[in-house]
């Protein structure tokens, strides 16, 4: 059997073989994706982001044994980021997930982020896809720890959950302006430390200024290590879906995804392009060459390439 | 940065010290290798489903309880059964010299002890390893 007919039949080997295909632009990965597009839109997927050490792992791990109980199948995606210096990254995600890796209905990838901004990795949305395909009914992908402008998995995930945890204090101001658009869901971790009211208070005085949207934020407190509070939290996550299904924002969000990724793909294939031909049938260097001589202005140079990609 | 060799760093057995794992994840890292690092205290299934899922190229085992004679061959023998044969295993750590010949006729490819330079490890992997 080839790797997509082993991929149909659920060999977690051609997954996870595929995964790699995926992450080294691999065509064929891209290939059997393609055939089997079909079967792709089934799982749904949540986005777990927030700063680093807020406890995104450990609220990952007692979220999917929460929703292994109820006999549901998992793909996790956990980001980390890749060395901008060396291309070599350390992927630790796993360690707040241990007791996952045996079971036959999780299936985990740790990535590195690999040059990609974001919060995610170039293969994220690939290796969606490769799970979905495989029959995953949720997928949990876990960013990097966020700062302010990552926020790239809400162009990806149906539902985020934004990770918080008390004692930020003023630095919540920083960081509202970015991440405080994207949660879905806030849920505060570590709430058993001082300040987690505080938090919560902060965070739903700023909701109360966002414009009347159909859907408000719920924000709670959990404690993911000691288990506590899952259950809610699911069920924020299970209304959402419900809110996003039967308002049609489901198919929306979707839709502008798709729009997002197409445009984006086709950004990297034009990118791809000039610099594979640059130097020969697109002389690049020497075009900055004559822009910084005063020979050539930078417009009339980005005009000539572009003709070059028409032809 | 466009295919970095994936390692797997496993602690399997008991004991509670990763100090050496720590350091020998950071120079796989800083040698341009994607390296996972999944913690203490594993089992051999825990490695073996990891090494699946995350797809690596190499296991890297380091162990100082002594127990290396029989987990390194459940791990290797393990991996072959599930087909992953072509991955590369190595093991460091708390390691008599006496015991290291019997550790690659069970399919480990190197032991590598302490004192060893990390650089030592990094050219081993990099010389041996079969490329996806």
Known sequence: MNLQERLAAGDVRALARLLTFAENNDPEAEEVIKNLYGRTGSAYVIGITGPPGAGKSTLTDKLVKTLRARGNTVGIIAVDPTSPFTGGAILGDRIRMQELFTDPGVFIRSMGTRGHLGGLSKATQAAVRLMDIFGKDYIFIETVGVGQSEVDIVKTADTVVMVMVPGLGDDIQAIKAGIMEIGDIFAINKADLDGADRTKIEIEMMLDLNENKAWRPPVCKVVAVENSGMDILLGHIQKHRMYLSESGELVKRRTRNISNELMDLVRDRVMEFITRESGRKLPVDDLVERIVAKDMDIYSAAEYIMEAINK | MDKPIRVLVAKPGLDGHDRGAK??????????????????????????????????????????????????????????????????????????????????????????????????????????????
């Open chain 2, 23 to 132: 350091v020998i994840a950071r120079a796989f890292r800083d040698a341009g290798m994607e390296v996972i690092y999944t913690g203490l205290r594993q089992t051999p299934e825990q490695i073996v489903e990891t090494a699946i899922q995350e797809d690596v190229e190499v296991v890297a085992m380091s162990i100082l309880s002594g127990a290396h004679n029989h987990l390194f061959p459940i791990v290797v023998n393990m991996l072959r059964e599930r087909g992953a044969d072509d991955v590369l295993v190595v093991g460091g750590g708390v390691i008599p010299d006496d015991d290291i010949p019997g550790l690659k006729e069970a399919g480990v490819a190197e032991i590598f002890t302490p004192g060893t330079p990390t650089t030592k490890a990094i050219e081993f992997i990099k010389q041996n390893v079969k490329r996806r």
